[in-house]
C-alpha cells in the first residue's frame, strides 16, 4: 500500500505523529511532502501553489490513499491536480482553527481565512481523522459559528453535524521512552515542589495564566521550583520577561533552562521533576504534558479543552480562563493539599500507547482506501 503524507505546517507534534507512523506501520510504502512551520498565515492557504509549482511529479506518482494535516488546503489542491481527485483522502486534524484563542495583534480577517481552510478541507476530504473528541466537537461547533456571522447564503445551523458520519476519534500514539531519571514521590516539608511548565512561550499557551500563578504562589508562601521548558521565539511575550526578571521571596524559584533541543536532555531534565502544569487557553491532544507524565511527572491541568477526555478529575484544577488569579487561586489550593497529602499516583497512558493504537490505525486506514465509513460514526 502506498500513501501520500501531506503536512504543511509541520510543526514538532506533526513532526512526531509522522514518525510513529512510519516506524509502527513498516508495510506501508510512506511518501512525504512537508513545509516548515513559519508563515502560518501564508502556508495554511498557499501550500497548493507551492506544491503545484514544485514538486508536481510527486503529486502525480500514483498512489492508494493521501493524508493531509488539517493545514492543507484539501478542497483547492485536489482541484489542482487530476491524478489526486479519485483517490481517497483523510484529514488529519491536529488542531482546528476554529478553537485557537485570537491572536492580540491579529485581525479577523487573518483569524477568518484558516477558518475557512479547515471548513472546505473537512467537506472535501473523504474521512476525517481527530486527536480528540474535543477538537471534533469544537470544529463543528466553530463551522456554524462561523456561518451565523455571515451575511447570506450559507447553511442552516445544523448543517455541517454531516461531518461526524464520515469522522472518527484517533488520538496521536505515544512512542515508548528512553529511561528517565526517577525522583522520589514524596514532598519533603522542607524541600521545594518541583514544577515543569513546558509548553511554547505564546499567549495561547497561558502565559498570563503562568504570571498570574507565580504571583499566587509568592503571596501564599508556597515552596516551589518552577522549571520553565518549551520552545521559546526571538519575540517574548511581556509576561514571561516579567516572570524571568522577578527578583522572587525565597518561596519560589523560577529556572529558565533554555530551550533544549536535545531529546535525551530534555527527557532527563522532565525525569527530575515532579508536577507538570499546564495554564494553557488551548490544547487538543497535550503531547507536551503527556510526554511529562509518561517520564513520570504528576499532571496539574484545568479542567478546559482536551484535558477532561484524558486526565481524572483528580489531575484537575477549576478553569477560569477569562480570570486568572482565580485560577491561579486553584492551582494554589491544589498544590497546598498535595504538599500536605502527597501526591496523587502518576496516572497511566498505556491505552495511547503505538501498541495498543497501531491496529486501530491500520483499521483506519483500509476503511478509507475501500472508501468504509467508520463502523462506529462519532455521535
Not at 302 to 315: G, H, I
Amino acid at each position: 500500500m502506498r500513501i501520500l503524507v501531506l503536512s504543511a505546517y509541520h510543526a514538532a507534534s506533526h513532526d512526531y505523529w509522522l514518525q510513529g507512523l512510519q516506524a509502527h506501520l513498516p508495510q506501508i510504502q510512506w511518501r512525504v511532502l512537508t513545509m516548515p512551520p513559519r508563515y502560518f498565515n501564508w502556508r495554511i492557504r498557499g501550500n497548493p501553489l507551492s506544491w503545484f509549482s514544485e514538486q508536481r511529479h510527486l503529486l502525480d506518482d500514483p498512489v492508494d490513499l493521501v493524508i493531509a494535516t488539517s493545514t492543507v488546503d484539501i478542497a483547492t489542491l485536489r482541484g489542482l491536480v487530476p491524478a489526486l481527485r479519485n483517490i481517497p483522502w483523510v484529514a488529519y486534524f491536529h488542531e482546528n482553527q476554529f478553537a485557537y484563542p485570537p491572536s492580540p495583534q491579529g485581525s479577523r480577517q487573518q483569524q477568518i481565512e484558516p477558518q475557512m481552510v479547515n471548513l472546505y478541507a473537512a467537506l472535501a476530504a473523504d474521512q476525517l481523522w481527530f486527536n480528540s473528541r474535543y477538537n471534533l466537537d469544537t470544529l463543528i461547533a466553530g463551522c456554524e459559528a462561523l456561518c451565523r456571522k455571515l451575511p447570506d447564503q450559507v447553511p442552516e445551523n445544523g448543517w455541517f453535524e454531516c461531518l461526524r458520519q464520515k469522522s472518527r476519534v484517533l488520538p496521536v500514539p505515544l512512542r515508548a521512552l528512553d529511561s528517565v531519571a526517577g525522583r522520589e514521590e514524596e514532598v519533603a516539608p522542607e524541600q521545594p515542589l518541583r514544577l515543569v511548565w513546558n509548553h511554547r512561550w505564546e499567549y495561547d499557551k497561558g502565559v498570563a495564566q503562568l504570571e498570574a500563578l507565580v504571583t499566587a504562589l509568592e503571596r501564599g508562601r508556597q515552596l516551589v521550583e518552577l522549571t520553565l521548558l518549551g520552545q521559546r521565539f526571538r519575540t517574548l511575550p511581556e509576561e514571561m520577561k516579567r516572570l524571568l526578571a522577578k527578583p522572587g521571596n525565597g518561596y519560589v524559584r523560577v529556572v529558565d533552562t533554555g530551550y533544549v533541543a536535545d531529546r535525551a536532555e530534555y527527557l532527563a531534565e522532565l525525569g527530575r521533576q515532579q508536577v507538570v502544569l499546564s495554564t494553557t487557553l488551548h490544547d487538543f491532544q497535550g503531547l507536551a504534558v503527556m510526554e511529562a507524565v509518561q517520564a513520570g511527572c504528576v499532571p496539574l491541568l484545568p479542567d478546559r479543552l482536551c484535558y477532561p477526555e484524558f486526565f481524572a478529575d483528580a489531575y484537575l484544577y477549576p478553569s477560569r480562563p477569562g480570570l486568572p488569579a482565580d485560577e491561579a487561586m486553584a492551582v494554589v489550593a491544589r498544590l497546598s493539599s498535595w504538599r500536605r497529602d502527597g501526591l496523587p499516583p502518576c496516572p497511566s497512558l498505556a491505552s495511547l500507547a503505538w501498541d495498543r493504537l497501531a491496529t486501530d490505525y491500520q483499521r483506519a486506514i483500509d476503511d478509507a482506501v475501500s472508501n468504509i465509513l467508520p463502523r462506529e460514526p462519532v455521535s
